[in-house]
C-alpha cells in the first residue's frame, strides 16, 4: 500500500539521491493527516454552528469540575494560543449566550469565564459527535495500532517541549 508522500519520496530519491528525506516521511504524513482529520471534524462542528476554536474553549470548560470555570489564561494555557485570539473567542462565545466573564469577587485583575446552561447543552450535544467522527477517521486503525500511534506521538510532542500545563 502507497500513499501521496511514497510519491513524493520516490520522487526526491530520483532527483536528489544525496539527501536523506527521510523525516518528510514522517512530517508529511502528520500534515496530511491533519489536514484530512480537520476538514471532517470542521464539519462535525458546523453541524452545531461551531469551529474548532469555539469548540476547544467549550470542551475546556465543560471538562473541568463544575461549575466549568476557568480564567483567560487557564484557557489560553489549554488551547496554546495568545491572548489576543483567546479574547476573540470569549467575545465571540459570549455574544452567543455560551459563556460569561464576570470579574472574580476575591481579586479585581481576575476573571472567570464559566459555561451558560446554553453553552453546556451545546458541548454535551456537540461532544459525542465529535468522538463519533474520531472513532470513523481511525476505523482503518486496530486498538493496537491505535494505542502504539498514541504513544509514539506522545513522545514525539515531549521530545519537542509539550508538557502538562
Known sequence: MTDHVDRVLAQW????PDLDVSPMAVLG???RANRLTGTAMARTFA???LDRASFDVLATLRRNDP???LTPAELMRSAMVTSGAITQRLDRLQSRGLITREPSPTD???VHVQLTAEGKALIDRALPDHV???ERLLAGLTPQQRTDLADILRTLLTSLGDTVF
Do not use: N
Open 108 to 110: 479585581g485583575r481576575v
Open 29 to 31: 504524513r502528520l500534515g
Open 132 to 134: 463519533a467522527t474520531e
Open 13 to 16: 530519491a530520483a532527483q536528489r
Open 47 to 49: 453541524d452545531h454552528g
Open 67 to 69: 461549575p466549568h470555570r
